[in-house]
């Protein structure tokens, strides 16, 4: 018989509590012990059942609460001493989220272990301001790419073929590279006047956005000091947020607006 216990790598969602899946949520009420990071929102944290044990790891940019080996280890060892383990992850575990290194890690010492998909904050929070991240005659696809490098390395990415008018760009990690960002994706071509957001605190108490363009993007952001976690996307169907923002619109604004509009400001 199998001694050890089942490992679930859920994901969390962008923070709304109401954005988990009904089986992350069935995994967080069965848990014997549940392990998260820095970004799972508090309302989520509540959800845990009563009889867990909760184990923080944390992760910050430049600051790990636990060194992913040490989290790795760890892992194992409550598999050996619980039966259902949470290992609790924002947005998706696959997503730029070291859920497969984890898993990875799990395969090779014999652990079972499943893995629960979240919405991971590019599809959560784009919705949430109404940016489709693809939208006929405007965008043909969208990219998720990581706007961070290890230590101070530069950003090593292949900008030549990210600046695509026709693709959305979505760039996790990405706030203290924001204007390198800009500045790579304008000099391959991309358009300075492409429209362009960084949002923060997606879906949760405190979210803030900013909306403008490649160029001006980096100097709003800056002004107001938006605070991470931050989400930028680029692209022409972020022009659409002012006409499909189901939040704050009438529907009638929605619908009879026939132009892209120009805006740039950030939220209050
Ligand atoms: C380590 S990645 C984890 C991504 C996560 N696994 C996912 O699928 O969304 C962390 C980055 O995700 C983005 N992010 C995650 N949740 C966010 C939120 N609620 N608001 C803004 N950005 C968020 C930010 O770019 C942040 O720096």
Redesign the pocket.
């Known amino acids: 018989m199998d001694e050890t216990g089942r490992i679930y790598l859920v ?1 969390a969602g ?2 709304d509590p109401d954005l988990l899946t009904v089986k992350a949520l069935k995994a967080l009420k069965k848990a014997d012990v549940v392990v998260y990071d820095r ?1 799972i929102s508090d309302e989520i944290l509540d959800l845990i059942g009563p009889g867990a044990a909760r184990i923080f790891v944390g992760k910050a940019a430049s600051n790990h609460h636990l060194p992913q080996e040490d989290i790795n280890a760890l892992l194992v060892k409550l598999a050996k001493t619980s039966h259902t383990i949470v290992r609790l ?5 696959f ?3 070291r859920g497969s290194e984890e898993a990875l890690y799990l395969a090779r010492h014999n652990i079972a272990f499943e893995v629960i998909p ?1 919405i ?2 590019a599809s959560g ?1 784009s919705s949430s301001l109404g940016i489709p991240l693809t939208h006929r005659g405007l965008s043909t696809g969208v990219r998720f790419v990581t706007g961070h490098a290890k230590g101070d390395e530069d950003l090593d990415l292949d900008w030549k073929s990210l600046a695509d008018e026709q693709t959305t760009l979505v760039f ?3 706030l203290a590279n924001l204007s390198e960002i800009s500045r790579r994706l304008i000099a391959e071509g991309l358009s300075p006047g492409t429209p362009a957001a960084a ?6 108490n405190g979210q803030r956005q900013c909306i403008g363009t490649l160029a001006d993007l980096s100097g709003l952001v800056a002004d107001i000091d938006l605070p ?4 930028i996307i680029v692209g022409q169907v972020v022009g659409l947020a002012d006409m499909l923002n189901w939040q704050e619109l009438p529907y009638e604004d929605a619908y009879s607006a026939m132009e892209l509009p120009e805006k740039r400001e950030c939220s209050a």
């Open positions: 994901g962008p923070g970004l992850k924002g947005g998706d575990p997503v730029f989220g979240g991971t904050a929070i996790y990690m990405g949002v923060s605190k997606g879906t949760v991470s976690p931050v989400l």
